[in-house]
């Protein structure tokens, strides 16, 4: 079979794979779509923390089923979305229900081999019936699970004065979900055109622009009280340092994004507004099943946020570019089949 795999920095290949052998608590999956993600950007740069070269990249996939475990729910040629998150079951992660943080955890794509690919075998327990969606729509459920999870993980309130920072997908995504839980949104970027696009599609109520007043119009939009919620998407240690700065005291703070970097803050400052930090990781299957259900009941505007596809030959050529031109580019999809 054809995968497309990373060998080194810097390079990506078209290689032919053995067929994968499907173990007997495994779903044998022909892939169909593939997310773009800002992981395989970074694979492709060569800074992502957590990887070992060569990788056939690629954890936000969807497919159809081609043989399920004896007994399986799963029908041959349904849709379904994968949870590209493996976790080993046993740790205290996984022992309190939180395999989205597993101590071993192994993500497709990263840790190990991912969905890049015309087939791959995935645990069971990581494939889920896509209901009504598309292809398209079912690969797209990931990238918008890690910004559900972010918003259910803050116990966001109805009418909370919400700050989104970054409005990349994962900060869209955030948006949008903090949106339906019924935030009152606000967006932060310093790309013009995805603020603009946030506002369009009403995952934002309003901008504030990322200058070096962002502090003080923050100030200005709050009354000076700060925001109730942050969620910092993206993966920026200054903006990450900075957001410490425009939550409300009592307030608290969602690091969405990760950076291979220590982040610092004024302990004075953190302890006089008694704030909450917060971290977020990865998704959990009820964060894929809030998204499926939004996406089914037309609450995801995914036509607006689908804006490149390529294939498995021409993503050689396409990634690279994507990686230093984004204009335009909010999620991308490669095509197999």
């Known amino acids: 079979m054809r995968a497309v795999v990373c060998p080194a920095p810097g390079k990506l290949a078209i290689e032919e794979r053995t067929e994968p052998e499907r173990g007997e608590t495994e779903v044998m999956i022909g892939v169909r779509r593939i997310g773009v993600c800002g992981t395989d950007f970074h694979i492709y740069e060569g800074t992502h923390p957590y990887l070992e070269y060569p990788r056939i990249i690629g954890h936000e996939f969807s497919g159809e089923v081609i043989e399920a475990p004896r007994g399986s ?22 022992r309190n229900n939180k395999p989205n943080c597993c101590m071993r955890i192994a993500v497709l794509g990263v840790h190990r081999d991912g969905g890049m690919c015309e087939r791959i075998c995935v645990p069971e327990r990581n494939v889920y019936r896509a209901g009504g969606l598309t292809v398209d729509e079912a690969a797209s459920t990931e990238f918008l699970a890690i910004g559900a999870h972010a918003v259910a993980r803050s116990g966001l309130k109805a009418t909370a004065r ?16 903090a949106r339906l839980a019924g ?22 109520a309003q ?21 109730d919620l942050v969620f910092d998407a993206t993966g920026n240690r ?22 291979n970097e220590n982040v610092t803050f004024s302990d004075p400052e953190f302890h006089k507004r008694e704030m909450t930090v917060l971290g977020s990781r990865n998704a959990l299957q009820a964060d894929f099943e809030r998204v499926i259900a939004a996406i089914e009941s037309g609450r995801v505007p995914l036509h607006r946020l689908i804006t490149g596809r390529s294939n498995l030959i021409d993503v050689l050529s396409d990634l690279p570019r994507w990686t230093t031109e984004k204009k335009g580019l909010v999620k991308a999809l490669v095509e197999v089949g």
Request: charged share 15%.
């Open 73 to 94: 729910a799963l029908q041959r040629g349904q849709t379904v979305v994968i949870n590209p998150y493996l976790s080993c079951g046993t740790c205290i992660a996984c």
């Open 162 to 177: 919400t700050l989104v920072i970054g409005a990349g997908p994962i900060g869209l995504g955030t948006a949008l979900f």
């Open 207 to 227: 901008s504030i622009s990322a200058t070096d007043r962002t502090a003080d119009l923050v100030a200005e939009a709050t009354g000076g009280d700060g925001f």
């Open 238 to 259: 200054a903006s990450m340092e900075s957001a410490f700065r425009y939550v409300a005291h009592g307030g608290a703070l969602v690091l969405v994004s990760v950076v």
């Open 183 to 204: 935030g009152d949104v606000t967006i932060i970027d310093r790309d013009a055109e995805r603020v603009a696009l946030a506002l369009e599609i009403q995952v934002a």
